[in-house]
């Protein structure tokens, strides 16, 4: 959700040719209006990570294979803004919204005016916590936290004492992740302690914070980044503490982070950190156009398992998920703690098919 600014997407920030980012302007337009192409709209939440610039550069691309018209904005992590953001998709008169709430509370009434308006929305990477959606389009980010306690727990062998960089807990997803840790770890590894810190996505705070414990504690062997958000801060934290080393040196700190873009992916590869979950940014530029295609040809969904290897599931009344796959990934695609793995140089990895 939440990750790290590189010059891979340098010229996505600095609004090049493409025009794929709002925050250089309130809306834009990726293709003309034709009556044989649904207008939709689509709020980027922010253009600051690898991620969320992956799914700004795969949004325009599907949206031309499932014939869709496209205005774009970005509410930059604001909850304002994308209330906003969407009275202007409604004065453009959209058939649709998707967007990806960063303050999942918060958006209950702009859902509700939409709902009144009949304009469909599907709400990516996040859930709401309340109000309807016509399909949430998300992994399943408990999950996330499991694989994370799975995989640390089998390295440290039950034992030892690992930090936690926490996201934000105003989302459902940094709650998901952190809520999902703790329980794994207390019921499968409780000789380990957990240090978790709050970050509300912050790179900056995440590594204060673990330069704190690690400084307090000296002996801890694991860090669980919820998003790699936290990746240069903490590989910057471990090297000047001379703990960035090879997984083979007795002082290596295990690191599991969450997202699968290229930096993590190569920082596998050369053993600065051991494994990430891989969240398909892609696939949820693609699924949440696809779904809003589908509600404005009026098609319906029902619980179970989908064609492209995800599940459906009802979180409450009126509240679909279709939960897509994301694998932990890790050096030697192992199975730890009863999860399986896959290599960090597998083609099927969106973050080793970018241009």
């Known amino acids: 959700?939440?990750?790290?600014?590189?010059?891979?997407?340098?010229?996505?920030?600095?609004?090049?040719?493409?025009?794929?980012?709002?925050?250089?302007?309130?809306?834009?337009d990726s293709g003309s209006t034709t009556s044989d192409k649904p207008l939709v709209g689509v709020d980027y939440p922010r253009s600051d990570t690898d991620f969320w610039n992956s799914y700004i550069k795969y949004t325009p691309e599907y949206a031309k294979e499932l014939g869709l018209s496209l205005k774009t904005t970005n509410s930059q992590n604001d909850v304002a803004k994308l209330t906003?953001?969407?009275?202007?998709?409604?004065?453009q008169g959209v058939k649709g919204i998707a967007m990806a709430p960063q303050d999942t509370a918060a958006i209950a009434p702009?859902?509700?005016?939409?709902?009144?308006?009949?304009?469909?929305?599907?709400?990516?990477?996040t859930r709401p916590d309340s109000g309807k959606v016509f399909m949430v389009v998300r992994a399943d980010n408990r999950a996330y936290g499991e694989k994370a306690c799975q995989y640390l727990g089998t390295k440290l062998g039950?034992?030892?004492?690992?930090?936690?960089?926490?996201?934000?807990?105003?989302?459902?997803?940094?709650?998901?992740?952190?809520?999902?840790?703790?329980?794994?770890?207390?019921?499968?590894?409780?000789?380990?302690?957990v240090f978790g810190e709050a970050t509300n996505w912050d790179g900056a705070v995440a590594a204060q914070k673990l330069q704190t414990d690690l400084t307090a504690n000296p002996d801890i062997k694991g860090v669980y980044m919820q998003s790699s958000f936290a990746l240069a801060g903490t590989l910057q934290v471990l090297k000047q503490k001379g703990l960035l080393v090879d997984p083979s040196d007795k002082k290596h700190v295990y690191v599991v982070s969450n997202d699968g873009i290229p930096e993590e992916l190569k920082s596998i590869a050369e053993g600065k950190i051991d494994a990430t979950v891989?969240?398909?940014?892609?696939?949820?530029?693609?699924?949440?156009?696809?779904?809003?295609?589908?509600?404005?040809?009026?098609?319906t969904?029902?619980?179970?398992?989908?064609?492209?290897?995800?599940?459906?599931?009802?979180?409450?009344?009126?509240?679909?998920?279709?939960?897509?796959?994301?694998?932990?990934?890790?050096?030697?695609?192992?199975?730890?703690?009863?999860?399986?793995?896959?290599?960090?140089d597998d083609k099927s990895l969106w973050g080793n098919n970018l241009d």
């Not at 509700?112 to 304009?119: G, N, R, Y």
């Not at 940094?174 to 000789?191: I, L, Q």
């Open 1 to 28: 959700m939440t990750r790290l600014r590189t010059a891979l997407f340098s010229a996505v920030s600095a609004c090049s040719a493409l025009a794929l980012l709002s925050a250089c302007s309130s809306s834009s």
């Open 84 to 91: 906003s953001n969407a009275q202007t998709f409604i004065s």
């Open 158 to 193: 039950g034992k030892g004492k690992v930090v936690m960089l926490q996201g934000g807990l105003d989302s459902i997803n940094g709650r998901d992740r952190t809520e999902a840790f703790n329980e794994c770890m207390k019921k499968n590894y409780p000789d380990i302690k």
């Open 278 to 299: 891989s969240q398909p940014a892609d696939l949820y530029a693609k699924y949440a156009l696809y779904y809003l295609k589908a509600a404005i040809d009026g098609k």
């Open 110 to 125: 702009t859902l509700a005016q939409l709902e009144a308006k009949k304009i469909p929305v599907v709400t990516v990477d």
């Open 301 to 344: 969904f029902k619980p179970g398992k989908t064609d492209h290897d995800s599940t459906i599931i009802q979180v409450r009344d009126g509240l679909l998920e279709d939960q897509l796959s994301a694998p932990l990934v890790t050096a030697d695609g192992g199975t730890y703690g009863g999860v399986p793995s896959v290599k960090s």
